[in-house]
């Protein structure tokens, strides 16, 4: 058996025993489902429930993705100013870090009173949320490139931006990806925060009214949702990242043991 395979085994191993220890844990000590619903009431609560909540899961990915791709174009060209000039690191970065230490939930309000309630504050928050992890990677991938490269390859004729395009950019695809599966899970903390205080929509809105309501099972089966489409998109990046990154991944899967 494989490394790779093992791995994924004992992987699911893990989540069957943690849900079912969840639903042992509450069937023996008689937990309120107010405080700690069982899994299978999740799970029957998100069967019965989601007709309804095929719109709001919609409105979630979508503000999600809207503000995830544009966090992460605007970090990837702030992450190029940043890592190929010494003179806009030293001025950027401190301002990055100054607001990436913000919290989120204190720019929500600002964006309902910029542009009101809806998937505008959403998608602004993801993106604020989701766009420093990949300006770090991205200005740390070209930063680190050797300097004794670099000179190889201006002494051969080429120009910086021949350095970026053949060198730079190619080096920082690990780095790249690596951001990309950390700020998908950001962006959804965003909009879903936004959510719960500038909209009648989505998973957030959803969570807010059932948490009014004492809807406990139906609290959790939106999280199962979350953390559902999570997983997902993570997935997604990472088989994308292994196709076109392989190069810097070590092959643990080849190791039969």
């Known amino acids: 058996m494989s490394v790779g395979l093992r791995q994924k085994l004992w992987s699911f191993g893990l989540i ?4 079912v220890g969840w639903q042992l844990f509450c069937a023996m000590s008689g937990v309120s489902d107010l405080v700690l619903p ?36 605007l970090g990837v060209v702030l992450g190029a100013v940043i890592g190929v000039s010494k003179v806009a690191y030293d ?20 964006f309902v009173l910029w542009f009101g309630s809806g998937s505008v504050p959403a998608i602004l928050t993801a993106l604020s949320i989701c766009f ?4 770090v990677n991205i200005a740390t991938g070209l930063a680190t490139t050797e300097p004794e490269l670099e000179d190889v390859l201006k002494a051969l004729g080429a ?17 790249f990806f690596a951001s990309l599966k950390v700020a998908v899970s950001y962006a959804f903390v965003g909009a879903v925060l936004a ?34 489409l999570g997983v ?26």
């Not at 406990?216 to 949702?225: K, Q, R, S, T």
């Not at 998109?233 to 196709?243: D, G, M, N």
Request: glycine share 6%.
């Open 16 to 19: 069957v025993i943690f849900f």
């Open 132 to 135: 420093f992890p990949i300006v």
């Open 91 to 110: 001025t950027a970065y401190p301002l990055l870090v100054g607001f990436s230490s913000i919290p989120k939930v204190a720019v929500v309000p600002i």
């Open 195 to 228: 959510e719960t205080v500038a909209s009648n929509r989505g998973i957030g809105n959803v969570m807010m009214s059932a948490s009014s309501n004492f809807n406990v099972p139906l609290v959790f089966a939106c999280l199962f949702i979350l953390a559902i």
């Open 232 to 257: 997902a998109l993570y997935v997604i990046f990472s088989l994308i990242e292994a196709r076109v990154t392989g190069w810097a991944t070590r092959k643990n899967d080849l190791v039969a043991t």
């Open 159 to 175: 120009s910086k931006m021949d350095i970026l395009w053949n060198v730079g950019l190619p080096r920082t695809m690990p780095f």
């Open 38 to 73: 069982r899994p299978t009431e999740i799970i029957a609560t998100l069967i019965a429930r989601f007709p309804i909540l095929w719109p709001h899961i919609l409105q979630t990915l979508g503000t999600t993705m809207a503000g995830f791709v544009l966090g992460v174009g």
